[in-house]
């Protein structure tokens, strides 16, 4: 096993880089997305409930592997070309932000209406109550759901692997492929991710615990 790492050392430090950065980009813009659409479809007008909810519907119930493929080869044959990586990334944020926003809604849901009345007879409009009264006591009730999706965000980074992402998985493959080492080669990979999603999961748990004092 350590002969693999040594032998294989930049081709693992290319994948986790770019599990990394794929996984930054997802979270970040996913995260955006969630929240974007989960105030939509809590928001009074019709309309915008109506997109949240096929957004969601739609990107909660197509598996990710799937959504990465249409955007690997259906999108840059009729639309715009995009590279492996960018194709899982984009991906993966659309799948993930569904999750999210109906983990947002479900936390403004469970604050009370009592919460947003009394903001709006003290004279906030609709979204400065939003802002300042709702979404606040609202994130920090979301906070260990959200946390378990930052995981999986993670781990489901390894779709990859299936359109050349060049992400950890992917170059597992072609190392396993290239030194029938497939057993060492994976645990080694497992290995990596947890040193990716074990700090996520303790800084989660830290910061719900702040949270709650």
Known sequence: MWQIITNNWGAFLTGFWNTILCSII???FSLILGVFFALLEVAPPKFG????KVYIAIFRNIPLLVIVMIFYLIVPRYIVKLSGFQAGTIGLTLYTSA???ETVRAGINSIGTGQMEGARSNGMTYTQA???VIL???MKIVIPP?????VNLVKNSSVLAFVAGFDLMYQAQL???STFQTIDTYIIVGLFYLILTLPLSYYMRHLEKKLAN
């Open 26 to 28: 997802a979270l970040i």
């Open 146 to 150: 959200l946390g378990n999706q930052f």
């Open 49 to 52: 409930r109506v997109i949240a």
């Open 175 to 177: 190392i396993a492929f």
């Open 136 to 138: 606040p006591q609202a």
């Open 130 to 132: 939003m802002r300042y």
């Open 99 to 101: 999750f999210i926003a």
